[in-house]
């Protein structure tokens, strides 16, 4: 006769085989004759289970029997497990509750838990859910679509309730609404006005308090709830477009007024930690400058929403807090990595409060994670700040040093390692590409220790080679090119996660491009040829792109070679007639004009070079009034001005040159600063008088000591540039 376990030892053995790759020394209990499960571990990732699974309601049973026995913390379970390892039963498990026959309702972040064993199985589901999947999910590559998945609180919406039989979750379906803004924009207006229509109406309705569960859509047979909403919040958050984030939080605020100011609340429109979560998700999204706030505020309210029993279901998570620290990351703004580890000591704060029993009634524990982590080292290596690589390294090494003591959620993976030898990289320090060298090295020797999680990948070694290309070491372009080749030969021999990619060799290339050696420039040149022919016979993963040739234009820009204006001239001219013919990946843009007229700027040798030289830059000067592919900016002008100065004499030719280029930079708004430096350089002191109106010994003069209409599309920093489609977007506030 087969001894049935008892219901502690059945949900402690359950727990340990969620968390295989983090228990390597696990106990399987004793089963029932009345309970079979079939499963399979796969050791990369992670946890399958499969088969067939069946739990009579007399075992069911057990678990009402038992609930109050069982312990709510997470931490008291863990204690638990030198209990499992000594029974003496065989070894059978009771599957995951949430598949059993019972009636089942919708969990704050979108699992599910049984109504009527809800403390014993919310307790495991909550422990299991957060513990395993968080960390799980940290170490596995993720699609886009499974980041949000995992930043909204890990749900694939509401389940409905089922009775008396058995049902399996539908997989999940695409959101069409993804990848059709028209479709988008269309249907979230027609709810925002249909629930208007309702909100208002409601009120003299003369309905008595009888809810009703969904709300219809007039002439599309369509009904409206909570996961309506958030379907459509989750397709603003991947959209791309400038307003999405004051799109989802116009739905989040809709549904707060559907909850608060409609009397009779005849819907079952409720906003819960899912529903903030996504919207926190698509602000982070977003990267405005003001997201890290937004997603502040919103967090706050959430607590203020939660501590004052105005909202129960608000109460934030760890999903929320990740998605509050990733906002401030992708802001960009000046202190948001600061910010953003403020974020992160609350949730350590609030982790270790819940383990010290403060917080023992409520099982949605707070938990650091390796992805919390991952976004603070990020925003670090982001800031410019010079101690960034420091701090990385600080956060690294108490995450670390969290795992250790038993937060398995914090074990350090591939992006962790990966996001700090990028915040070495960017840094620039002395011995920061030595670093990264070494920590490359690391992850190597724990992978062949039986590391999964420290896998290096392509991006790993792409990160390493793009910290010797902004290294200032001597020898930073030969450990660039070791590196690639290192590289090379794991892919070969089997190894497809670190296969050398178009950004692997444009790396190498920049580096090339930056090193002081004479022949820099013709091995950037080789290196260059080298990929296209790849390209051409077999490696279509290798094929030049626009930053490719860029690259390798400033290599030669950078050169003391003779010729080197027509060597630029010729790979731009390469890069046109590839466009023409319908390679549209090799689109030029003004980057790449900029590099050609600069190379020409720079030109040495006979008088014919210097002529040569003029010719080319005004032809890319001339040919951005027909062009498809730019305009010229204040860069565009300033170097122009620089080719002019250094190739031409002084003479009247080259100061009506100067006047013409001063007037197409006040029409087009574009007089910045090189350009008035490249002014005073060319002089006399009578011309720059005349076109600017100021003294040219004048170095305190200022823009805002000009007309605006000369500079109001000037962009300083090539970070502002990036943002600056962003600054149209309408600043939200939290209502």
Request: contains cysteine; glycine residues 6%.
């Amino acid at each position: 006769m087969v001894t049935s376990p008892s219901t502690r030892d059945c949900l402690l053995a359950f727990l340990l085989l969620q968390h295989h790759h983090y228990h390597p020394a696990r106990a399987f209990m004793g089963g029932s004759s009345r309970t079979t499960i079939d499963y399979s571990l796969n050791n990369k990732n992670g946890y399958q289970l499969s088969g067939d699974v069946s739990i009579r309601t007399d075992a069911l049973k057990m678990f009402d029997e038992e609930e109050s026995s069982f312990p709510s913390s997470r931490r008291r379970v863990l204690n638990q497990r030198q209990q499992c390892k000594s029974t003496s039963t065989s070894t059978r498990l009771f599957s995951n509750v949430a598949t059993n026959p019972m009636t089942t309702e919708s969990s704050p972040d979108g699992g599910t838990s049984s109504s009527s064993t809800s403390s014993v199985n919310s307790d495991v589901k909550q422990d299991q859910k957060i513990v395993h999947q968080e960390s799980h999910d940290d170490v596995i590559p993720k699609t886009d679509q499974q980041q949000s998945h995992l930043a909204g609180g890990g749900g694939g919406g509401e389940s409905e309730n089922h009775h008396h039989h058995r049902r399996r979750r539908k997989p999940r379906k695409q959101n069409p609404a993804m990848g059709d803004m028209q479709f988008l924009r269309k249907r979230t207006a027609e709810l925002l006005q249909t629930t208007a229509a309702s909100l208002y109406s409601s009120n003299d309705d003369g309905n008595d308090g009888e809810q009703s569960n969904m709300i219809p859509l007039p002439n599309r047979g369509m009904k409206v709830k909570t996961k309506t909403f958030h379907f459509l919040i989750d397709a603003w958050a991947f959209s791309g477009e400038l307003d999405a984030a004051d799109q989802a939080l116009n739905l989040l605020h809709r549904m707060e007024e559907l909850l608060f100011n409609n009397k009779n609340n005849n819907n079952n429109i409720h906003p819960n930690v899912r529903s903030y979560t996504k919207v926190i998700n698509a602000v982070a999204r977003s990267m405005r400058m003001d997201a890290g706030e937004i997603a502040k505020g919103i967090l706050d309210k959430m607590e203020h929403l939660y501590q004052s029993g105005e909202n129960p279901l608000a109460k934030p998570n760890t999903f929320t807090y990740t998605a509050v620290i990733e906002a401030y990351t992708n802001s960009g703004i000046d202190g948001a990595a600061e910010k953003a580890e403020e974020i992160l000591d609350e949730m350590i704060r609030k982790h270790q409060q819940q383990e010290q029993g403060d917080d023992d009634d409520h099982p949605d524990i707070i938990r650091p994670t390796a992805r919390a982590f991952n976004a603070v080292i990020t925003a670090y290596g982001k800031s410019g700040n010079p101690m960034a690589a420091e701090q990385a390294e600080y956060l690294f090494e108490r995450m670390g040093n969290l795992y250790m003591s038993g937060i398995y959620e914090c074990k350090p993976n591939t992006f962790n390692y990966n996001s700090l030898i990028v915040a070495l990289a960017n840094s620039g320090g002395d011995g920061a590409a030595e670093r990264a060298a070494d920590l490359l090295t690391q992850m190597e020797q724990n992978y062949q220790s039986g590391d999964i999680d420290c896998k290096p990948t392509t991006v790993t070694f792409n990160a390493v080679i793009n910290a010797f290309a902004k290294s200032r070491q001597v020898d930073a372009a030969q450990r660039a090119e070791e590196t690639l080749l290192h590289m090379e030969k794991l892919y070969e021999s089997g190894d497809e996660d670190v296969q050398p990619n178009t950004r692997s060799f444009n790396s190498v290339i920049n580096a090339w491009a930056k090193s002081p050696r004479p022949d820099a420039a013709q091995h950037a040149q080789d290196l260059f040829d080298f990929m296209n022919g790849l390209y051409e016979k077999t490696n279509k993963s290798l094929q030049p792109d626009v930053h490719s040739f860029c690259t390798v234009i400033n290599a030669w820009g950078r050169s003391q070679e003779t010729g080197k204006a027509e060597y630029a001239n010729n790979l731009f001219e390469t890069m046109v007639k590839s466009y023409k013919e319908g390679n549209k990946n090799l689109k030029p843009n003004i980057v790449v004009v900029n590099a050609v007229i600069n190379a020409c700027a720079y030109t040495y040798g006979d008088s014919d070079e210097h002529q040569r030289a003029m010719e080319i830059a005004h032809n890319q000067l001339k040919q951005l009034e027909t062009c498809d592919y730019g305009s010229a900016d204040h860069l565009t002008y300033g170097t122009f001005l620089k080719v002019c100065a250094n190739q031409m004499p002084d003479c009247d030719t080259r100061r009506q040159i100067m006047e013409v280029i001063f007037k197409k930079c006040i029409r087009d708004g574009q007089l910045g600063n090189l350009v008035l430096q490249q002014l005073k350089v060319m002089g006399p002191p009578e011309t720059y008088r005349k076109l600017v109106g100021h003294d040219i010994y004048d170095d305190n003069i200022k823009m805002e000591d000009l007309p605006e209409a000369w500079h109001n599309n000037v962009i300083e920093g090539k970070w502002r540039r990036r943002r600056n489609h962003y600054t149209s977007s309408t600043t939200t506030t939290v209502q």
